[in-house]
């Protein structure tokens, strides 16, 4: 593995979420822990790790104190494009899925907040079936249109639309089908777009959606 696909000491921020490469992450920060990473993201320019957590809760608390978070191994680096503050304590953020990233080592700060050193994946390989990937996009198509038809929903995805890219296609799919959460896990980490964009043809087959 080489030193240059790897980042030391990136802070967490587990979730019971699953964020996809390219993909838009609204969140609410109100812990101190990271509230003051995101301070630090801001200032020095650098993107979080969003992590799906495994067993644990997202807000600490005596009962379920944050070095009793598991997160999994694989996850997605996050950067902040917009940033609020809707009152004293509250940022509301806007984030972006950047490279997935595999946890090497983890340590928790005497604030809650989880550091890590990571290694960089791969890029997906693009290469899928093209029937299989046209009936995607025609449902992708769909699902955008349904949802600008209706002016109090905010679109889930970030512009501009990659219609011609199956990397994006597959995973903005699995952003917005109703798949389960260790799904979404297995289907983010996968470094293949044909095989994921298999896998969400037969969900959506199976559910009735194609």
């Given at each position: 593995?080489?030193?240059?696909n790897?980042?030391?000491?990136i802070?967490?921020?587990p979730?019971h979420?699953?964020l996809?490469?390219?993909g ?10 990271y509230?003051d990473?995101v301070?630090?993201?801001?200032r020095?320019?650098?993107p979080f ?16 104190p ?16 917009d ?27 005497s604030?809650?907040l989880i550091?890590?050193?990571v ?7 693009p ?9 995607c996009?025609?449902a992708?198509r769909?699902?955008?249109?349904a949802?600008?038809?209706?002016s ?7 512009e501009?639309y990659?219609?011609d890219?199956p990397?994006?296609i597959?995973?903005?799919l699995?952003?917005?089908?109703p ?10 980490a ?12 037969r969900?959506?087959?199976?559910h009735?959606?194609?």
């Amino acid at each position: 593995m080489s030193d240059s696909n790897v980042i030391r000491d990136i802070p967490l921020f587990p979730l019971h979420t699953v964020l996809f490469p390219g993909g838009l992450l609204p969140l609410r920060v109100f812990e101190a822990r990271y509230l003051d990473m995101v301070r630090d993201c801001l200032r020095q320019d650098l993107p979080f790790g969003v992590c799906l957590i495994e067993s644990g809760h997202e807000v600490a608390s005596e009962q379920a104190p944050a070095a009793s978070t598991v997160t999994a191994e694989i996850g997605c680096l996050a950067t902040i494009l917009d940033c609020d503050m809707e009152q004293l304590g509250l940022l509301l953020l806007r984030t972006r899925g950047g490279q997935r990233f595999q946890t090497l080592s983890t340590r928790t700060q005497s604030s809650g907040l989880i550091r890590a050193d990571v290694a960089l994946l791969s890029e997906d390989l693009p290469d899928c079936n093209p029937g299989l990937l046209l009936e995607c996009i025609a449902a992708l198509r769909r699902i955008v249109a349904a949802l600008s038809t209706k002016s109090d929903i905010e679109s889930p995805f970030l512009e501009p639309y990659q219609w011609d890219d199956p990397v994006w296609i597959s995973n903005r799919l699995c952003e917005i089908l109703p798949i389960p959460l260790k799904a979404k896990q297995k289907l983010m980490a996968l470094e293949d777009a044909g095989m994921r964009i298999e896998i969400v043809h037969r969900f959506m087959k199976q559910h009735a959606i194609l």
